[in-house]
């Protein structure tokens, strides 16, 4: 969960781990249960990130780059779509040929999301900011992540300041949960 370095060594190593989850769950046919757990896990490594890089990255997108409004706006729309989806699958069993459907939608979407990050909007920030900035953000967004949601809440507001005073209290309310579940535990 927590990587270090700077904010976009920090979710670029997110981004690889998210990629080794896909592929585990794909690796993972036709054997149901562990396809499920391993997109529990899948789940709270993206809600985590995504709540992480709305509070902290989006808003120095919006800070530094010229056309940052928009830019964290269209990030911030792939989030609720992705947001949704995990909401959608987490619902179904595995064996649900609707569970395949979603789940292939999803991979394309956190795909899409992810080159768009790496190939063009961690590299503008890069040259908009100072080291020590990125740095600093790197620190937040290791910080937020230990207290975000670890579950889909797609009707909750994904901008500051009201994400950042929900954030921690639906953390602490889904960790409760996955701890007296189980879930995202290891195999």
């Given at each position: 969960m927590g990587h270090g370095g700077d904010v976009i060594t920090e979710l670029t190593a997110d981004h690889r781990e998210m990629?080794?989850?896909?592929?585990?769950?794909?690796?993972?046919?036709?054997?149901?249960?562990?396809?499920?757990?391993?997109?529990?896990?899948?789940?709270?490594?993206?809600?985590?990130?995504?709540?992480?890089?709305?509070?902290?990255?989006?808003?120095?997108?919006?800070e530094k780059l010229p056309d940052g409004a928009a830019l964290a706006d269209k990030e911030i729309a792939d989030h609720?779509?992705?947001?949704?989806?995990?909401?959608?699958?987490?619902?179904?069993?595995?064996?649900?040929?609707?569970?395949?459907?979603?789940?292939?939608?999803?991979?394309?979407?956190?795909?899409?999301?992810?080159?768009?990050?790496?190939?063009?909007?961690?590299?503008?920030?890069r040259e908009a900011c100072l080291p020590g900035e990125l740095e600093a953000l790197g620190e937040k967004v290791r910080a937020a992540k230990k207290v975000a949601p670890t579950r889909p809440h797609p009707g909750v507001p994904d901008a500051p300041p009201a994400n950042k005073l929900l954030a921690p209290g639906l953390g602490l309310v889904d960790r409760a949960r996955d701890l007296l579940t189980g879930r995202g535990g290891p195999d």
């Open positions: 990629a080794a989850l896909f592929e585990q769950i794909e690796a993972a046919v036709p054997a149901a249960s562990l396809r499920k757990r391993l997109l529990d896990r899948l789940t709270i490594e993206i809600v985590r990130h995504s709540v992480a890089e709305e509070q902290y990255l989006y808003p120095a997108v919006r609720q779509r992705v947001e949704g989806l995990l909401k959608d699958l987490e619902r179904l069993d595995a064996e649900d040929r609707a569970f395949n459907e979603l789940f292939v939608k999803l991979r394309t979407e956190v795909r899409a999301h992810i080159w768009e990050e790496e190939s063009e909007l961690f590299a503008r920030l």
